[in-house]
């Protein structure tokens, strides 16, 4: 009997660890848009949390998980995150994954903010997504089939509004492509290019969330977005990330004339969790200071951070001598997203999302530093699991758009005039009137359901729709607050 097939859109650790979790029993496919290493899992530093210390334990990992989603999480996500953690780890070193240890082999451990002990599991120094990505992807079996620069422009349903397939295009050459599926993934990450200054991959458009909205999936939050609150800036323009791990070796954020900005800003100080942190330093920059990362108590930086030293070396960026990195707050994760239970599966049946695509609302209003890639493991083998216990009991047809207007039809914002507005409306610091102008400002343009083939008209039109929801999502969110604090 022909195995059933599972569609998964995106590789990062997420996607990757569905896909290994279902290749013995599945003919699993992949789709990336562009290559397989682009994704926020390759990107991420800090590395894993996970309660594996001797004098840890996965309750104070959960307590500290809410106290910074500020008591706003799934408390039942957040038990299955903290109690699946060290098992997690434990499968991943019996598998030969390498986190970095001490000469004699005992487990190193990073200390991130809102932490209450140091547990963050790395590897390559600050390198751990990349590994963990590499190292999922070449345990892929060759039954694993990749369409790598080929990008999903729309879900497909059957007649009983099941998931049953994707419309593509290569992006070479934009041709059209439908794939049947029985069941579909989406694991394509947030949306922190919504942004000109993020941490994120360039990749990360929110492409799978808007194509959930456009079959009706529940959404959830979506307009929860986490600010990094150190992003090395060059000329102007985030460059990439400067881990929380580095606060955690001893950094601390201060301006232009020495004076520390956390000093006195909370208990924790410059490991404070990150919403805190990027609102002091927003303020900070808006009274007109600017913001550095000061060195000087941080031993062995360079052997402790080398893919840091390197961006900071390509950027020539002379922190040997000044001891200093040029750091601002930039958006960094979407803790809202596809809303789904425990088990990845959303309100369309058969459709799952998992990683940062998807919203269980672990992560609260605002996620525990080193939470991503532990949430992608749990959550997409749960996904997983539930797959399997699912029975397809009849040959799904996908429902192919027969009239599909064309790319013409779509007016779209150019990507810097959208990146600034949603800035203005949606960062750090929100007012109804500046979310009122986001979304007057998107009423000018018309992006439809429609075909698309080419990945930058496809990639705002994605931006577009969830600029719209986010903004929309703010306002509802502002408003109630006001009627609240009235009442
Ligand atoms: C960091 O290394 O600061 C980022 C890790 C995370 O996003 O949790």
């Given at each position: 009997m022909a195995k059933e097939k599972v569609i998964i859109l995106g590789a990062g650790i997420a996607g990757s660890q569905a896909a290994l979790e279902l290749a013995e029993d599945y003919d699993v496919h992949i789709f990336t848009k562009s290559a397989l290493l682009a994704s926020n899992s390759a990107l991420a530093q800090g590395g894993i949390a996970a309660?594996?210390?001797?004098?840890?334990e996965p309750l104070s990992h959960y307590r500290d998980t809410l106290i910074a989603g500020h008591f706003e999480n799934n408390r039942k996500a957040v038990r299955l995150l903290v109690e699946e953690a060290p098992h997690i780890i434990e499968e991943l070193r019996q598998a030969g994954f390498l986190f970095d240890c001490t000469p004699n082999g005992k487990l190193l451990f990073g200390l991130e903010g809102a932490h209450s002990a140091p547990r963050i599991l790395h590897a390559g120094g600050d390198q751990t997504g990349l590994l963990l990505t590499r190292f999922l992807h070449d345990r892929?079996?060759?039954?694993?089939?990749l369409h790598t620069y080929e990008m999903a422009s729309s879900i497909l349903l059957d007649q009983d509004g099941h998931a049953a397939g994707i419309r593509t295009f290569t992006t070479k050459d934009g041709h059209c492509h439908f794939y049947h599926c029985d069941h579909l993934i989406i694991a394509t990450g947030g949306a922190g290019q919504l942004f000109g200054n993020t941490s994120n991959d360039a990749s990360i458009t929110g492409d799978g969330i808007a194509m959930a909205i456009q079959v009706g999936a529940a959404i959830r939050d979506l307009s929860a977005i986490q600010f990094h609150p150190t992003l090395y800036f060059a000329n102007g323009r985030a460059v990439g990330l400067v881990s929380e791990a580095v606060r955690g070796q001893g950094a601390v954020l201060v301006d232009q004339s020495g004076r520390a900005l956390m000093a006195g800003e909370h208990?924790?100080?410059?490991?404070?969790?990150r919403d805190i942190v990027s609102k002091v330093l927003f303020r900070a920059q808006n009274a007109g200071c600017s913001i550095f990362l000061d060195l000087?108590?941080?031993?062995?930086f360079e052997a402790k951070f080398p893919h840091i030293t390197a961006m900071l070396d390509e950027n020539q960026e002379p922190f040997r001598q000044t001891k200093k990195i040029p750091v601002q707050p930039g958006a960094h994760f979407l803790?809202?997203?596809i809303a789904t239970n425990l088990s990845g599966q959303t309100s369309v049946p058969d459709l799952y999302a998992i990683g940062e695509a998807a919203s269980t609302g672990v992560h609260g209003s605002n996620r525990l530093a080193s939470n991503s890639l532990l949430e992608a493991f749990v959550f997409s083998k749960r996904a997983a699991d539930q797959i399997k216990r699912t029975t397809i009991s009849h040959k799904k047809m996908a429902i192919i758009p027969k009239k599909d207007c064309l790319s013409g039809g779509v007016s779209l914002p150019e990507r810097t005039l959208l990146q600034e507005k949603v800035r203005q409306a949606l960062g750090i610091e929100r007012s109804e009137e500046s979310l009122e102008h986001l979304l007057s400002f998107l009423k000018a343009y018309s992006f439809p359901s429609c075909q698309v083939v080419d990945s930058d008209t496809l990639e705002r039109r994605n931006m577009c729709i969830l600029a719209a929801r986010m903004a929309e999502n703010a306002l509802t969110q502002l408003r109630q607050t006001e009627i609240e604090m009235r009442s």
């Open positions: 309660a594996v210390h001797p004098d840890d892929f079996p060759a039954s694993v089939k208990p924790l100080a410059d490991l404070a969790p000087s108590k941080v031993t062995d803790m809202g997203g």
